[in-house]
């Protein structure tokens, strides 16, 4: 596998092989270890200093199922720390499939002056002037790109809140329909991209140069075992075919856990309207689509596609933090109006978690009332033009707090929450504390656990330690290029076991199961360790102050945890 360099600054382009100390590691492994080594801590994360990585996961441009991510890192404009945002789609498997392992990206164009990088199937690239689609939101830009270079190429773009640099810009990817509907989002890896003068990547999709799976016999049974693991799990085999990962709303909010009006409350009113139920009736309705493939390879069919009353496409995928940060939190309870949002959010190039949490902050300021569809179509608007307001809410939901003096913002480390409420699901409080990524769903999620009645969500037993062993997974998992619902099917050590394998299979290795977990610490040590040169300390793995004062309907309770506990978390 090679690394493709490209230096913004000098524009030139360098292709080499993956250097030792980075072989067999893959995707946010890849970007941690080498930013946290390559990248000056206290650099400029909008300057010519940071880098930003697109890796993909060892199990990329191989016939593995569901094996189509990449880790896109760099140090965060929104934290001040490290940086990993994930994207499924169509990228990770054609970027595998040319034998790159990473493209790294450093320098910065001049002011003004944008890019495209274009791959060929021979694993080259090079920069192009992109000065025509500067402005360009991201699903004219992909029209406009597949018309140029044909629409079998994968894209990696921004719209134009990347270009603006704001600290909510997501770098969008397409899925398998074309559609640039697919977001690294979190943590502002779109207002790097934007800095550097990148507008595109484009990747071929029918790349041959991918390495050799060592041992082709054990990988394929191996393989299949796994896929018929996830297909019998009740979650990933049936819930999320049918209803995608909006399945989550009914039981979130049942348990009083799914934060609304601003995290004043742990119960949504107009819940039913945006459940996972009432989107699928949807899409019978109109011709839509549940069990949708948006990811290459997908055996787990977790998209869908929101068509409008016509039978009109609107977005793909609306999916269950979305439904929150646009609905519950904001108070929307119209599926049309969050499916527009959602829309908007992508075709601008913003991330709909930290994007809607700031509406909802303004709204409980008092500059909208809760549930003004309207506003919040017009404040997305505000942002895609780049106006005064629209550079507030552009930069998240701590700056909006800071414009409308409301101490109420559900950030950690200036990045918003996801949709669990810490006092109501207080495991989930200790990874959004604690997490070397801001608050984050994806980083040590506990959901599962506190679903299949593992853990009470209400008391402190087993909360702190299944955090940090989620954590440390999760780590380890997002090293695989294989998304995370596929991951969490290898939870028993029979399942684990057989994952082992498929890695041995692929990379000739000896890995063990302990091994495993060694990658995930050794990942969020390094990260830990980048955001400490940073200049993060303790204080920052802090819940808001509200979180430990405002109790939260309907169970009254706040956040429990004390500083001590809290700073335990990370003890391995």
């Given at each position: ?9 000098s524009?030139?382009?360098k ?13 946010r492994?890849l970007?941690s ?5 390559e ?7 909008l300057?010519p200093?940071n880098k ?5 996961g060892?199990?990329?441009g ?12 760099a140090?965060?404009?929104?934290t001040?720390?490290?940086?990993e ?14 034998g790159?392992?990473?493209i790294?990206?450093?320098g ?12 060929d199937l021979?694993?080259?690239a090079?920069l192009?002037g992109?000065?025509?689609y ?17 629409e079998?190429?994968?894209?990696l773009c921004?719209?134009?809140?990347g270009?603006?640099?704001?600290k909510?810009?997501s770098?969008q990817?397409?899925?398998v ?10 943590g502002g890896?779109?207002a790097?991209?934007?800095?550097k ?7 071929p999709q029918?790349g041959?140069?991918a390495?050799?799976?060592?041992d082709?016999e054990t ?9 018929k693991?996830?297909q ?9 075919p049918n209803f ?8 979130v909010n049942?348990m ?5 009006y601003n ?6 009113d107009?819940w039913?309207k945006v459940s ?7 899409a019978k309705?109109r011709n839509?689509?549940t ?12 998209s ?6 016509d ?5 793909s995928a609306?999916?269950?933090?979305t439904?929150w ?15 527009r949002l ?6 601008i190039?913003?991330d709909t ?7 909802a ?11 003004d569809?309207e ?5 997305l608007?505000e ?12 930069n998240?939901p701590?700056r ?7 101490a109420r913002?559900a950030a950690?480390?200036?990045q918003s929450?996801?949709?669990?409420d810490?006092r109501?699901?207080?495991?989930n409080?200790i990874t959004?504390a ?7 769903h ?11 009645h593992?853990?009470d969500?209400?008391k ?5 330690e299944?955090?940090?062993?989620n954590?440390?997974?999760c ?10 619902f596929v991951?969490?099917?290898i ?7 057989m994952f082992?394998r ?5 990379l ?11 990658l995930?610490m050794?990942i969020?040590?390094a990260?830990?360790e980048?955001?400490m040169?940073?200049?993060?300390t303790?204080d920052?793995?802090?819940?808001p102050e509200?979180f430990?004062?405002e109790?939260?309907p ?14 335990s978390?990370y003890?391995?």
């Open positions: 596998m090679n690394f493709i360099r490209v230096n913004m600054s524009r030139e382009v292709i080499e092989k993956t250097p030792d100390e980075y072989k067999g590691i893959g995707g492994g970007t270890i080498m930013i946290n080594e990248v000056p801590a206290d650099c400029d994360p300057g200093d930003l990585i697109f890796a993909v060892m199990f990329c191989t016939s593995m199922f569901n094996s189509s991510r990449v880790s896109i890192g140090k965060s404009p929104l001040g720390g490290i940086k945002a994930n994207v499924g789609g169509t990228a990770g498997a054609a970027i595998g499939r040319l790159i392992a990473a790294i990206v450093d910065k164009a001049d002011e003004g002056d944008l890019s495209i990088l274009k791959l021979e694993g080259n090079e192009i992109a000065n025509e500067k402005g360009l939101r991201t699903y004219k830009l992909v029209e406009k790109l597949h018309a140029r270079f044909g079998k190429n994968a894209v921004v719209g134009p809140a270009e603006y640099k704001m909510s810009a770098i990817g397409t899925d329909d074309g559609h640039p509907c697919r977001a690294a989002g979190r890896m779109g790097v991209m934007g800095a003068g990148l507008k595109a990547v484009i990747i029918g041959k140069k390495d050799p799976v060592i082709k990988f394929s049974e191996a393989s299949k075992a796994f896929a693991l996830v019998a799990n009740p979650f990933e085999g049936e819930l999320l995608g990962t909006a399945a989550l709303v009914a039981p049942s009083g856990a799914f934060p609304s995290a004043t409350k742990g119960e949504f107009g039913q996972g139920e009432a989107l699928a009736n949807n309705e839509g689509q069990g949708h493939v948006g990811c290459s390879q997908c055996i787990v069919r977790c869908n596609v929101y068509n409008d009353k039978g009109n496409y609107v977005s609306v999916e269950y933090e439904l940060s646009m609905g519950g939190m904001t108070g929307i309870d119209d599926l049309d109006t969050i499916a959602d829309f908007l959010c992508d075709d190039g913003l978690m930290n994007t809607g949490v700031a509406i902050v303004a709204m409980d300021a008092g500059y909208r009332k809760f549930g569809k506003a919040a179509i017009e404040i608007e942002i895609a033009k780049g106006s005064e307001i629209g550079h507030v809410f552009g998240g701590v909006v707090g800071q414009h409308f003096n409301n913002v950690v480390k200036n929450i996801a949709a669990y810490p109501a699901m207080i495991g409080g959004f604690t997490s070397t990524m801001g608050a984050d994806t980083a040590g999620n506990m959901v599962a656990m506190y679903l299949g593992i853990l969500p209400l402190k037993e087993g909360q702190i299944n955090s940090r062993e954590q440390i997974f780590a380890a998992a997002d090293s695989m290029g294989l998304c995370l991951m969490y099917s939870a028993s050590p029979e399942a684990k076991e082992t498929l890695v041995n299979a692929r000739g290795s000896t890995w063990t199961v302990d091994d495993f977990r060694n995930g050794r969020l040590k990260e830990k980048f955001n040169k940073a200049g993060l303790k920052d793995d802090r819940l509200f430990y004062k109790p939260l309907p169970h009254n309770v706040v956040f429990p945890f004390t500083e001590e506990e809290i700073d978390t003890n391995f």
